[in-house]
């Protein structure tokens, strides 16, 4: 009898053992061949997914477009550095070749040398990232679509010094636009992240939109303009500048989360603070001299953009800074933070890498969403031939070197966040307009849609979605002038946080081959856009409930700049042009600048200022802003100004404030210190 019950036992145990090896290779060859792999379907293009999901290398491979650079040690090294980075800067002219046209002798007061606006609208993308370390003797200048990165965990991890100016942004065209001054109007489109730098001339950074410098320490002053030339911006966020901030000349400016260590000064129309500590200017309507300064000292909330660091072994790793609530620690919402991030490995990162194929694009990238991967875009341009969907609660698109994602051509939007997905981080990227099939515009394209109609989504007030350093581009850098949308971003979710965005219709575009400037008083360099062309109506859309826009920039569309429908919005820094190019018929239509919804009960927004430039036609708008008369609507420091050409905005809310009376009003701004426009005194 035992030795029956042995041998049973040993044939059950057998029995046992090749069941599992038959399930395991079933298993494999479930996974392994095309026919069983579960498939998401989506036409012929949509990515498949499996049931595994593997690695990505780390430290993965990186395509030219980025440029990893380590400390020099010596002399010869640091010469080495220095005329490599040079390649990566904006192409020079000197006087002795631009005078040398000319018998006459080059006048004595121009600078020797002065970078062009040659690569305005190239297709090159760069990301510039520098090694932990200490960099000296290293001086260059930042060119269009370049972002410098430091790679340490904190902006000290990576120091510039013993330079002249370090990285910096100078004028351009100093021998065609208002010589010998220059122009930092169309500096945009290049950035520094994540360093620190103590240049003996002060830190120079002379730019407009677009370029923005966050997680930086200044060790020095800051000089955000260039002599006389005019300017535009800007974006300082997340920073320390131990010397003085001087704004110059520059038109508008926001500084978030910024500590002064010896203050701030100049600056022209509208600065505005939120969250900063030090030597912070006091509050000012504007109305006496100097710029109105709108300042928010108690902030709700500061949600900081992901960055990528580097480790000793070289494996890269994605740092998401976790959202920060005023209620939880005050200390959290104010100044700089360098710290307290969460950590990811790069392996469950996919770097994208660009091709010219838009349904590889789509494919490529789609898949590694699918998966749950964070993405991060390698400096190119991306056309798509889908959207590409975020599924996943707290996934990461990040953008390097202004990775410049194209419209699919059907008029769907470049990203779309599905509703009901908390904590998605997007930052860092370009959006640009195609040339759509349909001739007439679709009504609901767009580049981003965060959410869909009538899908009601109050997003998580604990997990906040992010939008950072987004760039939307509406015709500029292509030979077509038919690219177009309907609206740039449509935020149909609530509880997002917008950390500096720019809505661009183009105001100028680059011209074909041996085109001539159809405006060369204004430009020689580009066509200026005329109507018809870059259509766009309406720069940005919000329906959801509780969302914060913390630097926004939109300008030229077609109607209203920006509608917002959603309660309990909140806007810090707000910048418009209206467009240069449409007639009376705009005006007559009663577009505005800023429209708050009239069924919005509560909504408040500080430092407003909308400009108007009607260039072709005399077009007289009856005001600028545009909102319900509600005790919950609450607006400071609003103001237009006439820059230039035709027409005029003639009040700044509701039809209430002061506008402009002649030419002689040009560039002077009419201010509102709030809605009421009681005190509506001008400077």
């Not at 000793?312 to 959290?332: G, I, M, T, W, Y």
């Not at 470049?414 to 009504?443: F, Y």
């Not at 062309?533 to 959801?544: A, D, F, S």
Request: glycine share 8%; net charge negative.
């Amino acid at each position: 009898g035992k030795r029956r019950r042995r041998r049973l036992n040993r044939f059950v145990k057998l029995f046992v053992a090749l069941t599992a090896a038959l399930l395991v290779i079933a298993s494999i060859l479930w996974r392994v061949l095309p026919a069983n792999r579960e498939q998401d379907t989506k036409g012929a293009m949509d990515s498949s997914k499996t049931d595994t999901v593997e690695d990505e290398p780390n430290p993965p491979t990186l395509p030219d477009s980025i440029q990893i650079f380590y400390p020099p040690k010596t002399q010869q090294e640091i010469a080495a550095l220095n005329a490599e980075l040079s390649k990566f800067s904006d192409p020079i002219i000197t006087k002795e070749e631009f005078f040398g046209k000319t018998t006459l002798p080059p006048p004595p007061n121009y600078p020797d040398f002065t970078y062009t606006s040659d690569l305005h609208f190239t297709s090159k993308r760069t990301a510039l990232l520098f090694a932990p370390g200490v960099y000296e003797g290293i001086d260059f200048e930042v060119s269009y679509y370049t972002s410098v990165l430091g790679l340490g965990a904190k902006p000290t991890d990576v120091l510039f010094t013993n330079c002249d100016k370090g990285p910096h942004v100078d004028a351009i065209n100093k021998y065609t636009s208002r010589p010998p001054w220059g122009s930092a109007l169309d500096n945009f489109w290049r950035s520094v992240e994540n360093i620190a730098t103590n240049p003996k001339e002060g830190m120079r950074w002379a730019a407009s939109q677009a370029a923005p410098l966050r997680r930086v320490h200044v060790q020095s002053d800051l000089l955000l303009y260039d002599g006389d030339a005019w300017a535009s911006g800007g974006v300082l966020a997340n920073a320390i500048v131990d010397g003085k901030v001087n704004f110059g000349g520059q038109q508008q400016y926001l500084l978030r989360n910024v500590d002064l260590k010896q203050g701030a000064v100049n600056g022209a129309w509208s600065l505005v603070l939120v969250g900063c500590r030090g030597e912070t200017p006091l509050e000012n309507n504007g109305f006496e001299s100097g710029p109105s300064i709108s300042v928010d000292d108690s902030p709700k909330l500061r949600i900081e953009k992901p960055f990528i660091t580097m480790k000793e072994n070289s494996e890269l790793e994605l740092r998401v800074p976790l959202a920060k609530f005023a209620q939880s620690d005050h200390d959290d919402i104010l100044g700089s933070q360098f710290g307290g991030e969460e950590v990811r490995n790069f392996t469950g990162v996919k770097l994208g890498v660009p091709s010219t194929d838009g349904a590889d694009n789509y494919l490529s990238l789609q898949k590694s969403l699918d998966e749950g991967k964070d993405l991060v875009l390698s400096p190119g341009e991306y056309p798509l031939a889908a959207s590409l969907e975020v599924k996943h609660p707290n996934q990461v698109i990040l953008g390097l070197g202004y990775a410049t994602l194209k419209a699919p051509v059907d008029g769907s939007p470049c990203i779309l966040v599905h509703p009901k997905v908390p904590g998605v981080r997007i930052a860092g990227i370009m959006l640009e307009a195609s040339v759509l099939t349909d001739n007439n515009m679709p009504s609901s394209s767009s580049l981003l849609q965060w959410g869909m109609p009538g899908v009601d989504d109050i997003g998580d007030g604990t997990n906040p979605g992010l939008l950072s350093d987004i760039f939307c581009r509406v015709g500029g850098a292509s030979y077509d002038r038919h690219v177009s949308t309907d609206v740039m971003i449509q935020l149909y979710s609530g509880n997002i946080y917008g950390d500096n965005l720019w809505l661009w219709r183009a105001d100028h575009v680059k011209l074909h081959p041996g085109e001539e400037a159809n405006f060369p008083h204004i430009s020689s360099y580009y066509r200026q856009t005329v109507m018809g062309e870059c259509q766009v109506r309406i720069g940005m859309k919000v329906y959801g409930r509780a969302v914060t826009m913390i630097g926004l920039f939109i300008e030229h569309t077609t109607e209203d700049q920006l509608i917002w429908e959603g309660d309990d919005g909140y806007v810090a820094f707000y910048q418009c042009e209206l467009p240069y190019d449409v007639d009376q018929s705009y005006a007559d239509k009663s577009f505005v600048g800023y429209r708050v919804g009239s069924d919005v009960e509560s909504h408040t927004a500080r430092g407003v200022g909308i400009y108007s430039n009607f260039r072709d036609f005399d077009v007289n708008v009856a005001t600028a802003i545009s909102l319900p008369e509600s005790d919950g609507i609450v607006m400071n420091n609003l103001f237009t100004v006439y820059l230039d050409n035709q027409g005029k905005i003639n009040s700044v809310v509701n039809g209430k404030g002061p506008g402009p009376a002649s030419v002689s009003d040009r560039g002077r701004p009419f201010r509102c210190s709030d809605k009421t426009c009681q005190n509506d005194i001008s400077d």
